[in-house]
């Protein structure tokens, strides 16, 4: 590895900090998502269901409390910095700056605490990469204009970014201003605060979201340089290669096509300006989209780095047959490939895939890559020793890993790698507690309850060895 390569863990704040409405924040677009795993999956795709019922609803909300990293978030920086990391994935929760998003000045207590949290994370000498936006909008925003199918969020969000670059000057030096950028097409009322109403052209209120989040993305990457020169502004993909299921040309052009579902947007961002088949795809679809001039001259901002979670790759097929056999992924439908294994919540196990990513994303692009999301969601088990042995988690990693290495092999520029995640936290599909990721255990359980002890799994150790040997 190179010697200033980032080895980290990611983090994302709505899934850990919980203090939902401590010290002037405001409500988040994840607040209103509830546990029940029924009404959550109507959420998650449209949100009309998560305000109307909200004041009303009896739920539990996960997220309310998440694991209640704002009061604890000293002791779990020093735990995570414990691994050996040089680096940290941490998100900001706009509704802690601005509570509805419409306020002239930032709320200070808001920006107190994450003042302090990127302190400590200096401290222990880990460089933090900060996402601007991780499935997160204040809920007036999303009351008043409808989320980001208003151009009016392009400068809500540039006036946070405004206080952000600023306050944290000569302190965040990697920024990414969306997470998984894509996720709008499918999961909208997490990637942009969307609902829908009956007959309504989805796909044409999806991409005209994600064209002002471009915008405003471009726009951000402007400011972010402006302020400092030495910022690096990213942009992030939820990636995984799709593959045709077979050799017949029809299952190759739909792979094809439905890999430029998530280029689509990189392609935007990394060479500044819509690529040539948006037209077709547009035209096919009968979506019309309010583009001024001004925004292709904005989408000339292009990114310093493409950045990119990876957990599984996917498989397309024309033939409606095969295309049945389903399995889950990471909200991306996908047919099941026979060659791969699947974890305890369906998504496909392929490290081969990640080298396979890797390498056509940099093909594309040449531009150096950042891992910032990979790991093994799983039901972990506490002993009454108080141990969790995670060795299908340390498989996972270590073949994923190995993979990475390969694809430098391969050539691709690689500047860091955040494993998903440090902690156990809140899952952002399915709000379950018992989809764990993390290093650290975190005893809580679906319905909140625990005592919020923190043990480091065998995953930990494991890891905080591998670095020793590899970093
Ligand atoms: C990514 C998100 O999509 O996947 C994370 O950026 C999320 O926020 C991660 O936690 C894993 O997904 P899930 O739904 O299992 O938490």
Redesign the pocket.
């Known amino acids: 590895m190179k010697k200033d390569f980032l080895y980290g863990v990611g983090t ?1 704040a709505s ?1 850990i900090e919980g203090a939902y409405a401590v010290d002037g924040k405001g409500l988040s677009m994840a607040d209103l998502l509830p546990a029940n795993k029924k009404k959550r999956f109507s959420c998650v795709q449209d949100g009309s269901f998560a305000l109307a019922n909200y004041d009303t609803q009896q739920e539990y909300y996960p997220t309310h409390n998440a694991i209640d990293f704002y009061h604890t978030y000293k002791d779990d920086i020093r735990l995570l910095a414990g691994l050996g990391i040089n680096s940290i994935r941490i998100s900001i929760m706009w509704s802690r700056i601005f509570p509805t998003g419409e306020e002239n000045e930032p709320n200070e207590a808001g920006l107190t605490f994450y003042k302090s949290v990127v302190d400590e994370c200096l401290k222990y000498g880990l460089e933090p990469i900060v996402t601007i936006s ?2 997160d909008i204040p809920v007036h925003l999303i009351k008043k204009y409808g989320g980001w199918a208003s151009r009016k969020m392009i400068d809500a969000y540039l006036k946070l970014c405004q206080v952000l670059f600023t306050t944290f000057k000569n302190k965040v030096h990697y920024w990414i201003t969306f ?2 950028i894509n ?1 709008i097409l499918h999961l909208p009322f997490v990637g942009g605060g969307l609902c829908f109403k009956e007959g309504e052209n989805k796909e044409q209120k999806m991409y005209q979201a994600a064209h002002y989040q471009l915008v405003a993305s471009s726009a951000a990457t402007n400011l972010a340089h402006q302020i400092d020169p030495k910022n690096n502004i990213g942009c992030m993909l ?1 990636a995984g290669e799709v593959y045709p299921f077979s050799c017949n040309p029809d299952d190759i052009l739909a792979a094809l096509q439905k890999n430029r579902e998530q280029y689509f947007f990189s392609d935007i961002q990394v060479r500044g300006y819509y690529p040539s088949y948006a037209r077709e795809l547009f035209d096919q679809k009968q979506i019309k989209l309010d583009i001024l001039p001004e925004d292709n001259e904005i989408l000339k901002n292009t990114v310093d780095f493409v950045s990119l ?1 990876y ?1 599984s790759s996917r498989c397309v097929s024309v033939d409606p047959k095969i295309q049945q056999n389903i399995t889950n992924g ?1 909200a991306f439908a996908s047919v099941k490939n026979p060659y791969l294994d699947v974890s305890d ?1 369906g998504w496909q196990i392929d490290p081969v895939g990640f080298r396979i990513t890797l390498n056509n994303l940099y093909d594309r692009y040449q531009k150096p890559l950042m891992v910032v ?1 990979n790991g093994l ?1 799983a039901m972990d088990k506490l002993t009454s020793e108080q141990e969790v042995h995670d060795t299908y988690r340390i498989d996972y990693l270590q073949k994923h890993l190995s993979a990475l290495q390969d694809s430098q092999k391969d050539g691709v520029d690689l500047i860091g790698y955040m494993a ?2 440090g902690i156990d ?1 809140v ?4 709000g379950e507690m018992s ?1 764990r ?1 993390g290093f650290l255990y975190v005893d809580y359980d679906n319905s909140g309850q625990g005592s919020g002890k923190r043990v480091k799994k065998d995953s930990y150790f494991w890891f905080k060895n591998w670095l020793t040997k590899n970093s």
């Open positions: 994302s899934q991780h499935f997470n998984e996720m939820a979670s957990y990471n919540w999301e969601g998903w995640s936290s899952s952002a599909s399915t989809k990721y």
